[in-house]
């Protein structure tokens, strides 16, 4: 076989294939449609070389079916693919390929996942439907804060802070992505405090609280920590989804489902992949794999202080929500200098099925803790009510001094 065999324009592909969307910047003197052709022998059974091969392997080979400008599909016949194993998957269709010198840009932009893969990795456990039946609410968005500063705390401060978030009105307190048991702040101390937090400031509010503890570890200690935050009552874990790795994601996905805990997928990395718009991975391809592995919420992006406009945050909502064999959809989580001021251009570009975490937005607030908490959910409710921030804020003064100090600016 040579490269020109893994052409096959207008080639139609069986449902039963997978299919890659790729963007493909050809190196100088090379068509897109040589680049394509390696692409494709390369993230299947080709290599540099004519090779002579017999059918049943020619069978296996990957095809270039649709070219358009610098947009291409490639499909892969199902048997390249071991089911339930994402990383041997995506060491296929995304392993050497980003590395040829064949291509100045290479960019896996979406792809097209059979029903048989999907149905061999266990799915979200609770999805959005079952996250809302944990909390206890309806309609409206989830809210969430982060402790800024993200490290630092010890366990006492934390869980003092966290109290504070829960009472002032937010649902869910999140460790951030590289907070997990430092000596400073070590995990199961942090865990037990403000777990007797939680029941104070649910006993308060008369409102579901609960905790998204970082278990990112070694993947034993993952399956322990995971084990004492069933122990101690709380109903969900956290974990860095990219730096632990698929196979990790996918191990605590099968302890979470023995556990009966939700999972909480952090994107920390993820700029790594998908920042530059002409090589590495988008993020909604990542939103997909997370989804089909099983997390119930996963960070797409929000609109504040990271990279990522408003294209790029409704594609990634639209992975969490788009029909997908039966599997559950996922709430977006909207993070990253989100303030009261700004939380009302998230529910109209996406819904109000989402995830809206602010961080410094909260414990910034001039008036503290409990304050920042407050105005979060005022800013929540004044759009459920169908009414402006500004308005709303005439009535509230947290709210009101909310805005007062970051207006309705997006941070930088």
């Given amino acids: 076989m040579e490269y020109k065999d893994f052409i096959k324009i207008n080639y139609k592909p069986s449902d039963n294939e997978l299919i890659c969307l790729f963007k493909i910047k050809p190196a ?54 071991e089911e339930g194993n994402m990383p041997q998957i995506i060491s296929s269709i995304a392993g050497n390929i980003f590395g040829m010198k064949a291509v100045n840009g290479l960019r896996l932009m ?40 993200k490290v630092g705390f010890y366990p006492e401060e934390h869980a003092k802070h966290a109290y504070d978030i829960w009472t002032g009105g937010v649902d869910l307190v999140k460790d951030d992505e590289n907070l997990s048991n430092q000596k400073f702040n070590r995990f199961e101390k942090r865990l037990k405090l403000s777990m007797k937090m939680r029941g104070k400031a649910e006993k308060k509010t008369g409102e579901r609280k609960s905790y998204l503890i970082n278990i990112t570890a070694e993947t034993d200690e993952m399956k322990r920590r995971a084990r004492l935050v069933k122990e101690y009552g709380n109903e969900y874990v956290m974990i860095d989804i990219l730096t632990v790795g698929w196979a990790g994601v996918q191990t605590i996905r099968n302890v979470c489902g023995e556990l009966g805990l939700a999972i909480h997928a952090h994107r920390a990395f ?36 990271l990279a990522g406009g408003k294209k790029e945050v409704k ?38 099925d989402i995830v809206i975490q602010a961080g410094g937005g909260v414990l910034g607030h001039p008036g503290g803790t409990v304050n920042g908490a407050k105005a979060l959910r005022q800013a929540i409710n004044a759009y459920m009510q169908g009414e402006s921030v500004t308005e709303h804020a005439k009535k509230h003064e947290e709210l009101r001094t909310a805005l007062k100090s970051w207006g309705h600016k997006t941070p930088i």
């Fill in 270 to 305: 993820h700029a790594a992949f998908d920042r530059n718009p002409n090589h590495g991975v988008t993020m909604k391809v990542l939103a997909g794999i997370a989804r089909i592995q099983g997390a119930d919420q996963l960070h797409i992006g929000g609109l504040g202080k």
């Fill in 110 to 149: 979406d792809i097209k996942w059979p029903k048989n893969i999907i149905k061999s990795f266990k799915g979200p456990q609770y999805g959005i439907k079952g996250i809302r039946k944990i909390l206890k609410i309806k309609n409206r968005p989830i809210t969430a804060t982060v402790l800024k500063p």
């Fill in 28 to 81: 100088k003197g090379i068509s897109i449609k040589e680049a394509a052709s390696r692409v494709a022998a390369e993230s299947s059974n080709g290599t540099w070389t004519a090779l002579r091969i017999p059918s049943h392997i020619k069978a296996l080979s990957a095809k270039v079916f649709d070219i358009k400008g610098d947009y291409v599909k490639i499909s892969y016949p199902n048997e390249l693919f």
């Fill in 315 to 352: 594609d990634n909502y639209d992975k969490c929500m788009q029909e997908l064999d039966n599997v559950k959809r996922v709430f977006g989580v909207c993070s990253g200098g989100l303030h009261p001021g700004i939380t009302h251009r998230l529910m109209n570009l996406l819904s109000t």
